[in-house]
């Protein structure tokens, strides 16, 4: 089974609408994060979380939320999905020293 | 804000020859590693470099960390198709909980 698990793995939806990425995690890590990887433009932090009750703004917050429901899940929601919220999505984990980082598979969001 | 200039972007080669993929910073890392994306799956780590100078082989693959700690290198010889696919560095500052990622080089080895 994988350690960092992802849904759902795709998605469409509409402008205007409120949707939920999740993320869990089997490997016991404490850290956890949010990317987005849009082509040409890497992988970009949105939020990161050092324990369920430590959440932090990274990079491109703005439009994002985030929520840290146990150590090993960690949601986002975009509050009123736009089209230019379409990406790759994925989450990560690491270890207290925060420095090797453990994707899950990733979900592609279509906006419309 | 501390950014990492990869080079090429893209990279399209036959099998067997040889590249070299570089990422560069006028930031100095703490460590430095080097991720490799597949389509469809999440990036895999598949080095950590953290001593300036300090060089590491994983098989075909040789990583090198600069001497500043502020450039890597990825050397693959004899590649294979096998190979292909999204090479990522990513850097982490000092006292910096945060990977700060290059662009990436798209890999493609023709067979």
């Known amino acids: 089974d994988a350690d960092v698990t992802q849904t759902p793995r795709n998605r469409i939806t509409k402008t205007g609408k409120r949707i939920m990425l999740e993320c869990s995690q089997t490997?016991?890590?404490?850290?956890m994060y949010w990317y987005r990887q849009d082509p040409g433009l890497g992988l970009r932090l949105i939020y990161y979380s050092f324990d369920v009750k430590d959440i932090n703004k990274g990079e491109i917050s703005d439009g994002y939320s985030v929520s840290r429901q146990a150590q090993a899940k960690f949601s986002l929601s975009l509050e009123s999905a736009i089209p230019n919220q379409t990406a790759l999505y994925f989450c990560?984990?690491?270890?207290?020293?925060?420095?090797?980082?453990?994707f899950g598979p990733g979900t592609r969001l279509l906006v419309l | 804000t501390q950014l990492l200039e990869q080079s090429p972007q893209f990279l399209s080669i036959q099998e067997g020859e040889n590249l070299t993929v570089y990422c560069n910073s006028s930031?100095?890392?703490?460590?430095l590693q080097w991720y490799r994306q597949e389509p469809g799956e999440g990036p895999v780590l598949l080095v950590t470099v953290v001593t300036g100078g300090e060089v590491k082989k994983l098989k075909r693959l040789t990583f090198q960390f600069g001497d500043a700690r502020k450039d890597s290198s990825l050397h693959i010889t004899a590649a294979q198709p096998g190979d292909t696919g999204l090479y990522l560095c990513?850097?982490?500052?000092?006292?910096?909980?945060?990977?700060?990622f290059g662009k990436g080089t798209k890999l493609s080895v023709i067979p």
């Open positions: 990513a850097g982490a500052g000092a006292g910096s909980y945060q990977l700060t």
């Open positions: 490997k016991g890590h404490d850290r």
């Open positions: 930031s100095v890392f703490s460590s």
């Open positions: 990560a984990t690491s270890d207290v020293l925060g420095e090797t980082q453990y």
